[in-house]
């Protein structure tokens, strides 16, 4: 059974109800009893959970030093092409924003390198935006060839490919993708993403089981909060979780929490989550499952991030730029959206250390 079968047999509006509906007594139930299940995490992330916001938190960061210790990975974006076709209404790249476009060359692309070598980074993450005529496997094969050299782990985030080309893209030394499903909202999903291969929301739903079948090391899940009602697309997220850590039992999984961000000609939020709310978000996440990694990116604010370190976040990045070149060849480009958290690798690496926590800047390497 594909997830698309599993997910079919949900009902949006019934699912948020139940989450609405839960009660202190349920929430109680989910922080105290061993073995939770998904109804436990909806309560976790119900708006009665809201009252229980400090036991959650001190739960949550005892269960991650408990599997993590007291470590955070720390990785940076690069971003290698705007170029895009599909018209997304909340991203900078959407093919209706007029900006110049641009596509990294094998000379630039090492540029971009050796500033995030500089910065002391071992984990890169690759980021495009969707065209497929132009930005395609055989660019991703070139690209990861490159620069697989420079780096002992090499993670992807680009448009949704088949089974055989992430076999292909494998063996050069990818080790991760992370493929957002924005929404769960299948309607919504359609209103914001009214061209280009992108608003095929079934094909995007079925990727990360293409990416199972393709025998990735690891994959990152995710929507973008702010689309629709943040507790119910949660919930589907973490459905789609379990469903792949059963079926994938041999890949490894993160989460990421991206609250949507101004960009040029931006959208507002449809709902709007507060801080508070995202803790109480990252908590039930860990609360429930304690082997995910939960990442946190530059679209937070500087106190935010500070304070989350310790609550139950594995991995977190610095210094990013969200533009093609950003770093060394165009850093006046446009960017895909700002970035609330403008402090350097170096000062996020000191903070971390002053909260008793070690910053891992490698966390593996390949010795065959």
Same mark, same amino acid.
């Given at each position: 059974?594909?997830?698309?079968?599993?997910?079919?047999?949900?009902?949006?509006?019934?699912?948020?109800?139940?989450?609405?509906?839960?009660?202190?007594?349920?929430?109680?139930?989910?922080?105290?009893?061993?073995?939770?299940?998904?109804?436990?995490?909806?309560?976790?992330?119900?708006?009665?959970?809201?009252?229980?916001?400090?036991?959650?938190?001190?739960?949550?960061?005892?269960?991650?030093?408990?599997?993590?210790?007291?470590?955070?990975?720390?990785?940076?974006?690069?971003?290698?092409?705007?170029?895009?076709?599909?018209?997304?209404?909340?991203?900078?790249?959407?093919?209706?924003?007029?900006?110049?476009?641009?596509?990294?060359?094998?000379?630039?692309?090492?540029?971009?390198?050796?500033?995030?070598?500089?910065?002391?980074?071992?984990?890169?993450?690759?980021?495009?935006?969707?065209?497929? !005529? @132009?930005?395609?496997?055989?660019? #991703?094969? $070139?690209?990861?060839?490159?620069?697989?050299?420079?780096?002992?782990? &090499?993670? =992807?985030?680009?448009?949704?490919?088949?089974?055989?080309?992430?076999?292909?893209?494998?063996?050069?030394?990818?080790?991760?993708?992370?493929?957002?499903?924005?929404?769960?909202?299948?309607?919504?999903?359609?209103?914001?993403?009214?061209?280009?291969?992108?608003?095929?929301?079934?094909?995007?739903?079925?990727?990360?089981?293409?990416?199972?079948?393709?025998?990735?090391?690891?994959?990152?899940?995710?929507?973008?909060?702010?689309?629709?009602?943040?507790?119910?697309?949660?919930?589907?997220?973490?459905?789609?979780?379990?469903?792949?850590?059963?079926?994938?039992? !041999? @890949?490894?999984?993160?989460?990421? #929490?991206? $609250?949507?961000?101004?960009?040029?000609?931006?959208?507002?939020?449809? &709902?709007? =989550?507060?801080?508070?709310?995202?803790?109480?978000?990252?908590?039930?996440?860990?609360?429930?499952?304690?082997?995910?990694?939960?990442?946190?990116?530059?679209?937070?604010?500087?106190?935010?991030?500070?304070?989350?370190?310790?609550?139950?976040?594995?991995?977190?990045?610095?210094?990013?730029?969200?533009?093609?070149?950003?770093?060394?060849?165009?850093?006046?480009?446009?960017?895909?959206?700002?970035?609330?958290?403008?402090?350097?690798?170096?000062?996020?690496?000191?903070?971390?250390?002053?909260?008793?926590?070690?910053?891992?800047?490698?966390?593996?390497?390949?010795?065959?």
């Amino acid at each position: 059974m594909s997830f698309k079968e599993v997910f079919d047999q949900y009902s949006w509006d019934e699912v948020r109800e139940s989450i609405y509906s839960k009660t202190a007594g349920e929430v109680e139930k989910a922080l105290f009893v061993q073995k939770r299940t998904l109804e436990d995490f909806k309560a976790l992330i119900s708006p009665a959970a809201a009252a229980y916001l400090e036991p959650m938190a001190q739960l949550s960061r005892k269960l991650t030093q408990k599997r993590f210790g007291k470590t955070v990975q720390m990785y940076i974006p690069l971003y290698l092409s705007n170029e895009c076709t599909n018209i997304c209404t909340y991203c900078g790249f959407s093919l209706d924003n007029k900006v110049r476009r641009r596509t990294l060359n094998d000379k630039e692309l090492l540029e971009e390198v050796a500033v995030i070598k500089e910065l002391g980074y071992d984990h890169v993450l690759l980021v495009t935006g969707e065209a497929n !005529q @132009t930005v395609h496997v055989d660019y #991703f094969k $070139r690209v990861l060839t490159l620069i697989r050299p420079h780096f002992s782990m &090499v993670s =992807m985030e680009v448009q949704p490919l088949d089974t055989n080309e992430y076999q292909e893209l494998i063996p050069l030394g990818l080790n991760t993708v992370l493929v957002y499903q924005e929404t769960y909202h299948r309607e919504d999903y359609r209103k914001h993403h009214p061209k280009g291969k992108k608003s095929n929301f079934n094909y995007r739903l079925e990727t990360p089981d293409r990416l199972g079948k393709a025998g990735i090391h690891k994959m990152g899940l995710g929507v973008l909060i702010g689309l629709e009602d943040w507790r119910t697309d949660s919930f589907f997220t973490a459905l789609h979780l379990n469903y792949l850590e059963k079926t994938y039992w !041999q @890949t490894r999984y993160s989460l990421s #929490f991206p $609250r949507l961000r101004p960009f040029s000609g931006g959208l507002e939020p449809k &709902v709007e =989550m507060t801080d508070r709310e995202l803790v109480q978000l990252i908590c039930a996440y860990r609360i429930m499952n304690e082997e995910v990694e939960l990442s946190l990116s530059t679209r937070e604010s500087e106190k935010f991030r500070d304070h989350c370190i310790s609550l139950g976040i594995t991995s977190i990045s610095a210094g990013s730029k969200t533009n093609p070149g950003g770093y060394a060849v165009a850093p006046e480009s446009l960017e895909q959206f700002e970035i609330s958290d403008e402090r350097t690798p170096a000062q996020i690496a000191t903070l971390i250390r002053s909260k008793g926590y070690e910053p891992v800047w490698k966390d593996w390497g390949r010795f065959l």
